[in-house]
């Protein structure tokens, strides 16, 4: 050991230098590439033990090999090994960069561990607020918003008013609005959730706030994790968030105009696009299955519409993603825009809510859009013949574009800034390392696609619907029923692509080489099963027409002759005609046990 010693001291003192400083610097790139790559779980498992044991043994070998050199004096070897060493060095340090930079950028996906709620007492902006004014409040006390957050702000403010309980935000909406209470307690959320309704589009100048209290508190939406790798059959429910700003709110709630329920199978890469109307008429699952629009769940925040989804279809969501106007601008400006054939010609608004100069107008046509255009093909309703419906369908094909221009973004550079584009936009419970377990996948989209086939397979879907206009006790909505048989095609299909149903082959296709094919949409054109009958207004009808219509409904029907001194004659009436009933109409039928039908006398 001493001669070593000796002969080291003896050797160029700037060689010696080097060399010292080579193997510093390989040893320090190395350990931090090695602690950056473990974490790169399931991505090629074996290749990288292999360069870590390789580059492990490398760096025995240069240690050694290079202090000989040194010694022996070398120096044409000494300065090539020592270059090689130096680039492996930097390819160390690069990759160190670039994973730790995917890395943090997929960690931003997350559920932040704490955030913002939010509480509002609002009141009607005609309406002074005073000691005497009644406040009203939800009764589920787990709600944070609606609740836990106004009890601190009563004690807070040392309100002293009296207080009324509603058991759901429209409800208690409906009483603002009624003048049955004077204040109420809503999330911060409660125009972006109330404004698509048509009795609360002018939300923002109807009412004020009057008192406001934010407090930092656990999410929870950290309870909604799930275990499932990305390799295996899975579901996803894609949530737009209905807000203008840059950036995804903290609060629970939310608008839940735009649900779309995915399932992916990674063994056969067929996925189906299963996307779920606004206004489809369901239990709310947080609502002790109360009966109300889909959307309206979101009011709730996201476990509300999970549940409420997965009572519906009977299927368990592995995964949900949450993102707002601005993710999907920015998504779709980072991928240089998507192609889509747009099938009318219309005018939007932009993603701040903006018309006028602002205004998105799109031609009838195949075309290239940019973010806030495709933006507004995905939002636009209201020129559309079946409303929401048919914008369901475009949502389809932007989430189609979407997915098939993303897996030709292959470099770092354009996945970085995919994902720096819509990380402040976007929540998930989709964790970095069930992220990394979809690049088996992903591989193999890309190997299909370089074979000329597709990068992924997918099935669109479609719920066959009725209208129904129905009254209840947030008072007359428009909302929709859909077919059971409809429902029930789609279940199954995506119940066959996550493996839970076995596969059922159709026998009986046909295919006509003169006619042009057309990819069937699973649950369109089937309109059979039960649906939901609501009462009919009677007034003006006679009785053999109440008779003839309730049949066999085990209805108890009352008749009760009235004359103008009765608050129930109708004038509008001859006599003998039906004036009044005692039941609203479009009150759904199942849930009338007994009627009184008022007849002019």
């Not at 498992?45 to 050694?64: A, E, K, M, N, P």
């Not at 054939?341 to 005018?347: E, L, Q, S």
């Not at 048989?485 to 009986?508: C, V």
Request: with cysteine.
């Amino acid at each position: 050991m001493r001669v070593l010693i000796k002969k080291i001291k003896r050797t160029n003192k700037i060689e010696l230098t080097l060399y010292l400083t080579s193997v510093l610097y390989y040893l320090i790139s190395y350990i931090l590439f090695t602690i950056c790559v473990l974490k790169l779980k399931k991505i090629e498992t074996v290749i990288r033990i292999i360069l870590l044991v390789f580059f492990s043994l490398y760096f025995i070998y240069y240690f050694l090999s290079n202090l000989v050199n040194l010694i022996t004096k070398k120096h044409h070897k000494f300065f090539i090994l020592m270059l090689i060493t130096i680039i492996f060095s930097l390819v160390f340090t690069v990759g160190t960069y670039y994973i730790n930079e995917i890395y943090h950028s997929l960690n931003k996906f997350g559920e932040r561990n704490k955030i913002n709620y939010t509480t509002n007492l609002i009141t009607l902006s005609k309406s002074e607020f005073t000691s005497e004014s009644t406040i009203g409040i939800i009764s589920n006390k787990e709600d944070i918003e609606g609740y836990i957050l106004p009890q601190e702000l009563i004690e807070k403010k040392k309100l002293k008013n009296s207080v009324v309980t509603y058991n759901d935000y429209f409800s208690m909406m409906k009483a603002l609005f009624d003048e049955k209470v004077d204040a109420i307690f809503v999330s911060s959320n409660y125009i972006t959730i109330f404004q698509n309704e048509d009795e609360y589009s002018d939300l923002a100048n109807d009412t004020k706030v009057i008192h406001k209290l934010t407090k930092e508190m656990k999410n929870k939406d950290l309870e909604l994790k799930s275990e499932k790798s990305l390799n295996e059959p899975f579901t996803i429910l894609i949530m737009g968030v209905d807000s203008e700003k840059d950036g995804l709110n903290a609060n629970a709630a939310f608008n839940g105009d735009t649900l779309m329920l995915i399932t992916f199978n990674p063994k056969t890469l067929n996925a189906t696009i299963f996307s779920i109307p606004r206004d489809t008429y369901v239990p709310i699952a947080c609502r002790k299955n109360a009966e109300n629009k889909i959307n309206s769940s979101a009011a709730y925040g996201t476990k509300c519409v999970i549940d409420t989804i997965e009572n519906l279809t009977d299927i368990k969501i592995d995964y949900y993603i949450k993102i707002n106007f601005k993710g999907v601008v920015n998504l779709i400006d980072s991928l240089g825009g998507i192609d889509v054939d747009v099938p009318i010609k219309f005018c939007e608004q932009d993603s701040e809510r903006r018309f006028g100069e602002y205004e998105i107008c799109l031609d009838k046509g195949y075309q290239h859009l940019n973010g806030e255009q495709a933006l507004a093909f995905a939002r636009h309703r209201h020129s559309l013949l079946r409303g929401d419906i048919d914008r369901t369908k475009h949502q389809q094909l932007v989430i189609e574009a979407i997915a098939k221009k993303m897996l030709k973004k292959v470099s770092f550079s354009d996945f970085k800034e995919i994902l720096d584009s819509i990380s402040d936009n976007i929540a998930t419970n989709i964790e970095t390392e069930q992220i990394l377990s979809f690049y088996d996948t992903i591989k193999q989209m890309l190997l299909n696609s370089l074979n000329g086939e597709d990068l992924v397979t997918i099935e669109k879907t479609y719920l066959e619907y009725y209208d129904l206009p129905i009254y209840t006790s947030y008072g007359y909505m428009s909302a929709i029923g859909y077919y059971e048989s409809s429902l029930e095609a789609i279940r199954d299909a995506m119940k066959m692509n996550l493996g839970i149903k076995k596969i059922t082959l159709n026998k009986s296709f046909s295919y006509d080489y003169n006619q042009e094919y057309e990819q069937k949409i699973i649950g369109k054109g089937l309109t059979s099963g039960n649906t939901i009958e609501t009462l009919p207004d009677f007034r003006g009808q006679t009785i053999s027409d109440v008779i003839n219509w309730l049949g066999d409904k085990q209805i108890i029907v009352n008749y009760e002759y009235v004359d103008h001194t009765n608050q129930k004659y109708n004038s509008s009436y001859e006599n003998g005609y039906i004036a009044n009933q005692s039941v609203t109409s479009r009150t759904r039928v199942s849930d009338i046990k007994e009627i009184t039908i008022y007849i002019n006398k």
